[in-house]
């Protein structure tokens, strides 16, 4: 019923809304393939949004997404593929909160991968403005 829902807003939306609320509605669509772990069709569906896509920082947001979806199912290549594409955007002009979730995604794929200095480094410098609550929990 969901994916339905999903599939029906993204329709409904590209022949009544603009282009911010065919692009909203197509970002809850991944979110949803996401949620129920169907990676091909939220690959699909990202690239499709990302095309559709003009701003850098909804760029980055997706190139997040597309981390976290590598995180889930161990795809160290989709991982940092979307890391360098971020790393990218971020010099384009990305603002404070995206570098420092950059900083996050990077430091929790360093960890990933066992290298605990670059971890802790990335870790380090963002832990007064924590923000990626999508990624992990911080409890103070």
Do not use: P
């Not at 969901?2 to 009544?16: D, H, N, P, W």
């Not at 692009?23 to 499709?48: N, P, Q």
């Not at 979806?69 to 909160?97: M, P, V």
């Amino acid at each position: 019923y969901a994916i339905t829902a999903a599939m029906e807003a993204v329709v409904s939306t590209q022949s009544t809304g603009g282009e911010s609320e065919v692009r909203e509605a197509m970002v809850k669509k991944c979110e949803y393939l996401t949620s129920i772990g169907d990676k091909e069709a939220s690959l699909k569906m990202l690239k499709e949004t990302l095309e559709k896509t003009t701003t850098t920082g909804h760029k980055l947001d997706l190139h997040f997404h597309l981390i976290r979806l590598g995180f889930f199912s161990s795809d160290n290549e989709l991982i940092t593929t979307n890391l360098d594409k971020a790393k990218e955007l971020i010099e384009l002009g990305g603002d404070w909160d995206r570098r420092n979730r950059l900083k996050v995604y990077t430091g929790f794929y360093a960890m990933s991968i066992r290298n605990f200095k670059d971890a802790a480094s990335n870790f380090l410098d963002t832990v007064s403005t924590f923000t990626s609550y999508e990624l992990m929990s911080y409890h103070t």
